[in-house]
Each structure stands twice: as C-alpha cells, then as structure tokens.
Nanobody
Framework: VQLQAFGGGLVAPGGSLRLSCAAS????????MGWFRQAPGKGREFVAA????????DFTDSAKGRFTISRDNANKTMYLQMTSLKPEDTAVYYC?????????????????WGQGTEVTVSS
C-alpha cells in the first residue's frame, strides 16, 4: 500500500491540527494503521494506531486525551486529530500500515510508510 501524509504546519501552543493519510494500493480497510513521529535528533516513536474497523485504538501516553485517531475506509484515508498541542509535539509525523489486523506499537509491525508531514508547535 502507498501512503501519503499531509496536513502538517506551524501551530501555536494550545492549538489544533488534523493530519491526514491517504492510501492507495492493497485493500486499505483490512489493515490496521498507525502514526509515528520523529523529533529532531530523536528516534521515531509510536503515537497512535487503530484497527481496520476503528473499534480498537492505542495511543502513546503523551497523546492520550489530546489526540484522536480515525479512518474513513470508503475514502482510504486515516486521520490524526491533535488538540492542545505542545512544543514537544514538534516532529515529522509519519503514517504507516500494519502487517496484521490488530493494533501494535512496535515499528517492526508496520511495513508501509508515508513520506512524513512536519508539525511545528511554536509561538
């Protein structure tokens, strides 16, 4: 599956941003999907994931209560709604497709990656 993430930008602390991930290729609706991010000088870390149906989701602790993950299988698009953004959320955000129909945190469970979209939280 080919993935393309977009929607990043510059936002002030406390603001909101919605990232989108458009998919093409293999059957989108049968796979779990996730978001990762990589801050400058740091490794790529898990942010959120969802099953194909959206009935199971998982978030990194720092995102709980602030971020929402959702998907529109008919339009092969996944979203990450981010609210109450903090400077430490600044990173390049990547979407990825899971190899299995379940939520997983580790990068080894993902086999397709988008090109990333940059999010900068700054005043």
């Amino acid at each position: 599956v080919q993935l393309q993430a977009f929607g990043g930008g510059l936002v002030a602390p406390g603001g909101s941003l919605r990232l989108s991930c458009a998919a093409s290729g293999r059957t989108f609706s049968r796979y779990g999907m996730g978001w990762f991010r990589q801050a400058p000088g740091k490794g790529r870390e898990f942010v959120a994931a969802t099953t194909w149906s959206g009935d199971t989701t998982d978030f990194t602790d720092s995102a709980k209560g602030r971020f929402t993950i959702s998907r529109d299988n008919a339009n092969k698009t996944m979203y990450l709604q981010m609210t109450s953004l903090k400077p430490e959320d600044t990173a390049v955000y990547y979407c990825a497709a899971l190899k299995v129909p379940a939520v997983r945190v580790g990068r080894q469970w993902y086999d397709s990656w988008g090109q990333g979209t940059e999010v900068t939280v700054s005043s």
